[in-house]
């Protein structure tokens, strides 16, 4: 596979989060359910919660 120059290859952020053991085994287990990592369904729900409280910034004049 050839990249062009064009495009941007995002970095990746290894990290760890601290989450109750009843959300980390929904999560997981619904992600088996859809064919996806645990990864996929974090990334997903953060840009789903950056993307309303943009809405909400915005509704409110931008203020925080």
């Known amino acids: 596979m050839v990249i062009s120059v064009s495009e941007?290859?995002?970095?990746?952020?290894?990290?760890?989060v601290t989450l109750t053991r009843n959300l980390w085994e929904k999560a997981k287990i619904e992600?088996?359910?859809?064919?996806?990592?645990?990864t996929e369904v974090v990334e997903a729900a953060l840009k789903k919660w950056l993307?309303?409280?943009?809405?909400?910034?915005?509704?409110r004049g931008g203020k925080k």
């Open 8 to 16: 941007e290859v995002e970095k990746v952020v290894k990290t760890s």
């Open 31 to 38: 992600a088996l359910r859809r064919g996806l990592t645990l």
């Open 51 to 59: 993307e309303l409280a943009e809405k909400e910034g915005k509704e």
